[in-house]
């Protein structure tokens, strides 16, 4: 599905990413470990398509994504690419509904189709009553979980999640881990997690190491 080869990255003098290679599978969950400052997020960035490399090439689903126009990106980003971040991103202004259902009409997807969408995923991620909260009325968990929900709601071909337990306690944490996996089984979804959780790490599909800009 994603095809990455030979990527590099600087940032002034300080060279991040030293020519990495990588692949992902359609429906596989792979984690992405190592210390801090080895490179993890600015490849995650790059894979999907947040930054742009200085070298390499990379293809989503046979597409050269390297070469298209920042606005073509921004639309391919939109329908193909999910994302969830340590810190949910929630805008505090709107319900969590609402929050969800953002992506989707930036899509340009029809509104019943697009809420539609957010209901299911909403009943699937057990936060079905919560949708006419504001993001402050709501846990950690559920939060992170409606952060989850919008990062689906266009039914992205991957999802890249950075740190995603990084904010909650050790029970929520364990469910968003399982959940993950609940969404591989019943949608198909591929993920690509970077995490210092070893317990999620170790329960991926493969684990691979980074360290000073290279996979190891």
Known sequence: MLSAQNIAKSYGDLQVLKGIDISI???EIVSIVGASGAGKSTLLHILGTLDRPDAGSLFLENKDLINLKNSDLS?????KIGFIFQ???LLPEF????NICIPGYIGNFSDREVQDRAKELMRLLGIDQRGDHKPSELS?????RSAVARALVNSPSIVFADEPSGNLDSKNAEELHKLFFKLRD???QTFVIVTHNQELANLADRKIEMRDGILV
């Open 25 to 27: 599978q359609k429906g």
């Open 75 to 79: 639309k391919l980003r939109n329908q």
């Open 87 to 89: 810190f949910h991103n």
């Open 95 to 98: 319900t969590a509904f609402e």
């Open 140 to 144: 950690g968990g559920e939060q992170q």
């Open 186 to 188: 019943e949608l198909g």
